[in-house]
């Protein structure tokens, strides 16, 4: 079922950047390249931090054509995406939860501390974004954003944490897809934020991802 | 013979990536780092994606003379460099072949996929110029621009295919340096470009990098 | 005692991302990161590039509860640091040549050329706040600055040279120390900087870090 997931998020994430690229008047080719970016890269940086190789989309490039046809599809469909916002942000919120918790797994394996699973289990889940507005010159709206990267490391915390306690795989899977998903939800519904230091209020909500 | 090109090859991007610095008003070192990183960035990003070490400038510091000499000549002869125009250009497309080549062969020796050989071929020749982009601060001109990168997935793909049927490699070698080198300068020449998504008619030609 | 300044530098690098940060209205988690970024980047980009697995904060994650509470704490103390500037500066310093110092240790272990094991060094000390930049969206001031970068170069240059004719490590640690600090000390000071290519005279001295 993860797989399955991390397929649909995968492929909203390289939506989420053939998006961005567009409105930065990329051709084609920039179009499907921040897409796969978007996708993949959040992943590879983990993998590269970790040294676990070979990376996912060398060992499965099927992938690259998940994210290729995402994202040309998202180029294509864009006007249609701008209405199905909510679907889209349901998407996404659902990638964010799902790349967290494959990171964690992935890192765990490797043997490495807790605390260190959990950030890369969080890398997973923005680094892609990440670098998709860097690529795209802007300042990453993940350091800007209503708890997005909050979720992800309450989910992967909260994955580790059942796990720890001897919870069966698949229903720790479950608890913290769902509770990352609602929290998600919840941050986008009621404008949750850190407070922004320096500020008297919190940010004030950015637009959907 | 692609040895030669290759030495050729980091030259010309570092010098590319010298007169983007000077444009942003670096000193003479970052000048130097500026260059530097275009010329070997595309390659050093494929070997960290690939996990292939050690890397080519770390096993041959040599190549580090090269490329901050020409970095710091292309500072000094930025002028005549702006008359040149044309045959800088030749030289950038000659590089961006022969990094193309170049990067395939070494990822077709780690054994990966030929799609991923093929795409590593591609980092090869592009990754350094958006990496100059990423820290000059623009958005980077590779994926806004005439078939760059669709000129390195075309010369990949010939070489791949022609090794596959069994081609010597140097003819092979000579034949995708050739086909690339031709539509590269065929793209320059007639504007060609792809299209833009969500506009009316392809981008016009940005100016030669 | 290297370890020691190795936490006060890693504590300054995280004040200096988290007081970036904040100037970009990123929230506390941001703060955090960008802090952590700067703070451990140049150390992980210099491994990543060398293949030197696990990476520093990887296998020490406490690592990561100093640079965190650093760049809070920076967030928090902003104003009472703007008028500490010239502190911050010296800490800077410090944590600059430190930094540099303890790249060329962990790259000469790992037997590559002494060219590079300098270079690393100086990746070490200056790639964090180049990576800084680049999340924030500004040309990277270590590329523009005052002797920043040759300050590292030289540090490294020298400790790898009283190595080489034999000198007590710890000696050599020591002198490469004052060395760098008061060379850069000095540069800070007397506003020295690298000639800037195309422009009449040196570079006007940037404000401080």
Redesign the interface.
Known sequence: MLHFIYLIAISAEAGSGALM??R????????A??GTVTALGGG?IRD????H???G??RH?EY?LFTIGAALAA??A?RLLQRMKSAFLLLDALGLVAFSIIGCDIAAATG??V??VV?MGMITGIAGG?LRD???????L????DLY??VSLVTGALYMGLLHYGVDRDVATLAALAAGFNLRLAALRMSL???????GK??ARGEGR
């Open positions: 690229a567009m930065r008047k990329m051709d084609l080719f920039g179009v390249l921040v590879s590269v931090l970790l040294g190789y070979p990376l989309w060398v490039p690259l180029a294509l864009a490495v501390h605390a260190v950030l990440l860097v690529v795209c010159n802007q300042v990453p993940v350091l800007r954003r990267a909050t934020a850190l407070p922004v230091p320096g500020q919190p940010a």
